[in-house]
């Protein structure tokens, strides 16, 4: 066979190796990231001092907001009270002066 297609096959075939390590590599450093970041949720909401009933309230507003906004813009509206809406640049009068 010609060297110089051997060589890229030899190639190729290290490159599969090193390809197939690294995908089993990947899922234990996903697991130990995703660990990570729950515990440093857990001590952020320790160090809060807030009771468990008033966090999962406010993260129920916070995806009515996330929802909602995503709502108004796939339809391209704004909410009926732009003052509510704690994203910035959505209320009517943010994103008028934006243009002058």
């Not at 952020?44 to 309230?57: E, F, G, K």
């Not at 910035?88 to 002066?97: A, C, L, T, V």
Request: glycine share 4%.
């Amino acid at each position: 066979m010609n060297p110089k297609i051997e060589k890229i096959t030899d190639e190729i075939e290290r490159v599969k190796a090193k390809i197939a390590q690294l995908q089993e590599l990947l899922p234990g450093l996903e697991r130990k990231k995703t660990d990570l970041e729950n515990t440093e949720i857990v001590r952020a909401v320790r160090s809060a001092n807030v009771a468990p009933s008033d966090i999962a309230s406010f993260i129920g507003t916070i995806k009515s907001v996330r929802y909602d906004s995503r709502a108004n813009d796939a339809q391209g509206t704004l909410p009926s009270d732009p003052g509510t809406d704690a994203m910035p640049g959505n209320r009517q009068e943010d994103s008028h002066n934006e243009h002058e």
